[in-house]
T-cell receptor, first 117, second 110 residues
Framework: DTGVSQDPRHKITKRGQNVTFRCDPI?????LYWYRQTLGQGPEFLTY????????KSRLLSNRFSAERPKGSFSTLEIQRTEQGDSAMYLC???????????????FGPGTRLTVL | GENVEQHPSTLSVQEGDSAVIKCTYS??????FPWYKQELGKRPQLIID???NVGEKKDQRIAVTLNKTAKHFSLHITETQPEDSAVYFC?????????WGAGTKLIIKP
C-alpha cells in the first residue's frame, strides 16, 4: 500500500440515483477526510473520521450524504437521490495524528469524478 | 467561520523569475498553514507547510512566510521552472479541519 486509493475513478449517474464511493487510506493513518472539489475551487471539507468515529461533518453537507468507516480502515461516502449540483470531484485524504488537531500532511487519493445527468 | 482568501487567481511569470502567492485568513486561532500543488487532473500534494511558532520556512526554491498579526501568509517560488506550472492552494487549520483558498493558477512562460 503506497498511497490513498479511491474507487471508482469516474461515475456517471442519472439524477435521483444513489451512488457510493470507496476510499482506502494509507494503512497506518488514523485520520480520514472527505472533500469535494469543483472546477476552479479548492477542496471543500465534507467530513472526517478519527479511526472509526466520525468526528465532524460540514454544516454544508446535505442529509443526502452519509459516510462510514466501520472498522477504522476504508471508508465509504454515499450520496442518495443525486442532483446535478452534486457533480464534482470527491477527494479522500488520510493522515496520522497523535493529538486532537490536524498538524500533519494529508495525503490525497486520485479522487472520484461524479457526473450527474 | 474561518475564511481563507487567496490572490492572485492567475499568475504568469517568465521562467527563471520569482512567483509570490498571498493568502489571508480570518480565524486568529489558526496555527497550521499548508500549501498544496495540484497539477491538471492530479491529486493535491503538499509542498510546504508552516506552523504559527515560526515566521518563515524554506525548502530549496520554495519558502513560506507567516505574519500572525496581519493574518496573512505567502508562498515564494524562486527560479521558476516549467514544472512549477500548476494550481497552488493555501489552507489554514480552523478547529479540526483545513479551510482552503480558491487556488492560484501559476503559468511559467518559456
Amino acid at each position: 500500500d503506497t498511497g490513498v486509493s479511491q474507487d471508482p475513478r469516474h461515475k456517471i449517474t442519472k439524477r435521483g440515483q444513489n451512488v457510493t464511493f470507496r476510499c482506502d487510506p494509507i494503512s497506518e493513518h488514523n485520520r480520514l477526510y472527505w472533500y469535494r472539489q469543483t472546477l476552479g475551487q479548492g477542496p471543500e471539507f465534507l467530513t472526517y473520521f478519527q479511526n472509526e468515529a466520525q468526528l465532524e461533518k460540514s454544516r454544508l453537507l446535505s442529509n443526502r450524504f452519509s459516510a462510514e468507516r466501520p472498522k477504522g480502515s476504508f471508508s465509504t461516502l454515499e450520496i442518495q437521490r443525486t442532483e446535478q449540483g452534486d457533480s464534482a470531484m470527491y477527494l479522500c485524504a488520510s493522515s496520522f495524528e497523535l493529538g486532537g488537531y490536524s498538524y500533519n500532511e494529508q495525503f490525497f487519493g486520485p479522487g472520484t469524478r461524479l457526473t450527474v445527468l | 467561520g474561518e475564511n481563507v482568501e487567496q490572490h492572485p487567481s492567475t499568475l504568469s511569470v517568465q521562467e527563471g523569475d520569482s512567483a509570490v502567492i498571498k493568502c489571508t485568513y480570518s480565524d486568529s486561532a489558526s496555527n497550521y498553514f499548508p500549501w498544496y500543488k495540484q497539477e491538471l487532473g492530479k491529486r493535491p500534494q503538499l509542498i510546504i507547510d508552516i506552523r504559527s511558532n515560526v515566521g518563515e520556512k524554506k525548502d530549496q526554491r520554495i519558502a513560506v512566510t507567516l505574519n500572525k498579526t496581519a493574518k496573512h501568509f505567502s508562498l515564494h517560488i524562486t527560479e521558476t521552472q516549467p514544472e512549477d506550472s500548476a494550481v497552488y492552494f493555501c489552507a489554514a487549520r480552523s478547529n479540526y479541519q483545513l479551510i482552503w483558498g480558491a487556488g492560484t493558477k501559476l503559468i511559467i512562460k518559456p
